[in-house]
């Protein structure tokens, strides 16, 4: 089987056709996959498990636990080597598509048990999230080996939207119908065999089309046939070189702690902002369903996307400099809502009701209040994050070894959302709701004072890599 997916059709020569796709000339046939991959598995990891556990009934301390299981993808960095020194970028990134299915159905097993299993559960994420941090370096990778640089610079500014696109559909869309249709049973349980069972059924025909469109680059080439012995002797590898070099980089220091920084409050918000729309009003919360959740967080999504989109005209057009210091601003000061949503009376306020039992998915209502202000603080929170993302992968520039620097910027993020995920619950019980988002706002504040420290020639930077 594992042949068969690294099977070439008959191609023109290689010096004719380097970037390996036969008779087809576009990428747009296979350049969507992926984003759609990492934005479909995405909240399966970040915001579906702190549904989960707030529907079976888990206090946020042990949500807040929870995230240590996602522990692989803050140590992404490491898999490089593994990835760059065994078989293709093609052969991980299609081969890993199966394996997610696996770790999906795996995840499913603890939920059609007689009795929930919180540890097989938390195992399960733990391989999920060690096989998404494969999939994610291996399709990093092999981005650059199957696109021409004039596609990477069209494509690198499309593959965020496919993947927010995909994250609303498995983050919101499924997640919603799937607890509207598991209403008729009154059974927690049902909605979660229903969303996995969805997902599956996204994933599966997602897979074999992949494996059937993703080209064979001739620069993709086999370790075991003796290929990457031959790169390695023209371009050293070596990790000891790599984080050599990384380290050497001017301003390092001030730019990870931006990086750092800029999203540990934001953590907290995306870890208990769902369990404070759940928990019921004499808890502090808004005592929201998991098909209202859903909706809420496809809107939120769209915010955001919008925000960043905007945040990315404007960057490109005026410069780091110029915008980084209103846009660190536009992502922490709306966080203010949550404080206000917190202290305001929780009732539900002014809204809509939708009967939709006709349909099998109960009665949802919206409060357009709540929903107004948490859009708006994802739309502040997408304006931001377009900056933490820009510079990420501008650190990279210019490098020997750019994909291994973007996973070590992402590592360093991702280490930030472990800590404060892990801690949030805790924070959540000691201080309450509104002490809780006050602290988040708090936590990214340390972002503001290494801003005049930036390295803001990266903004200019476009040499080729040594």
Known sequence: MVKSSESRPVAPPAAADPLGRGGRRSAWHFVWCFGTWQGLINPVLVSVPTVLLKSLGFSNAVIGYATLATLPMALKFLLGPMIDGHRTRRWWSVTGGAWLMVCVAVLAIPLVLPRFSFGLYLAAL????LVKSIHQVALNGFFTL???????????????????TATIFTGSILLAVAAG????????????????????????????????AFPFPAADVDAG???????????????RDLLRGYFAQP??????????????????????????LMDAPSAGGYGLSIADVGVFTGIMTACGITGGALSGILLRRLGLRRVVWPFSFAAILPAAAYVFLALAPHGRGTGVTWNLAALGLGVWHVNFLLLGLLGLESFGFGLGFTIVNYYMFRMAAGSRYPASYVALNASVIYTSYLLFGLLSGVCQ??????????LAMGLSLPAFAVIPFLNYRLDQRHESPA
Not at 126 to 129: G, Q, V
Not at 225 to 239: E, K, M, Q, T, W
Not at 429 to 438: C, D, I, K, N, V
């Open 126 to 129: 733990f391989l999920l999230a």
């Open 225 to 239: 046939a003796g290929g990457a012995a031959r790169d390695r002797a023209s371009s050293p590898r070596s990790l």
């Open 251 to 276: 301003a390092l220091v001030p730019g990870l702690a931006y990086l750092f920084f800029m999203r540990g409050g934001q953590t907290m918000l995306d870890k208990m902002g769902v369990a404070f």
């Open 146 to 164: 199957s696109l021409s640089k004039p596609e990477q610079a069209l494509f690198s500014g499309l593959d965020p939207v496919w993947g927010r």
């Open 429 to 438: 019980e000691w201080l309450g709701y509104a002490g809780l988002f006050a």
């Open 181 to 212: 249709l598991a209403t008729r049973w009154n059974d927690p349980h049902l909605t979660w065999v229903l969303y996995f069972g969805g997902l599956l059924a996204v994933f599966a025909p997602l897979y074999v089309y992949t494996r059937r």
